[in-house]
């Protein structure tokens, strides 16, 4: 009566596995935050010593570009001593301002002339 190579028809589903597929439905696995990327402290001294204060007087001022980002990077000091640095070696006459922004001062080399 019935031709071979069509399928049974599925048994009716109850209430309550139609409800359990209801609310399990395209829900998957929840996602998983990362806890993004950690950046590592730094141990920048807060207090010049004779060594790096020795260092600062000798070799900064023969860099080109100077600014407290780079004395705070290349001396291991922290921003405000940094800034410190900075303004005794203007004080000495070592380095001669080329812009003073309120946020980033950049200076240079005093040029003997």
């Not at 829900?27 to 010049?48: H, I, R």
């Not at 812009?99 to 040029?111: G, K, L």
């Amino acid at each position: 009566s019935r031709p071979a190579n069509m399928p049974k028809a599925a048994a009716p589903k109850s209430k309550e596995a139609k409800a359990k597929a209801a609310t399990s439905g395209g829900k998957g696995k929840k996602k998983k935050w990362s806890k993004g990327k950690v950046k590592e402290k730094l141990q920048n001294l807060v207090l010049f010593d004779k060594a790096t204060y020795e260092k600062l007087i000798a070799d900064i001022p023969k860099n080109k570009l100077i600014t407290p980002s780079i004395i705070s990077e290349k001396l291991k000091v922290n921003g405000s001593l940094a800034r410190k640095a900075v303004k005794e070696l203007l004080s000495k006459g070592l380095i001669r301002v080329i812009d003073a922004h309120h946020a980033q001062a950049i200076f240079t080399r005093a040029s003997h002339s």
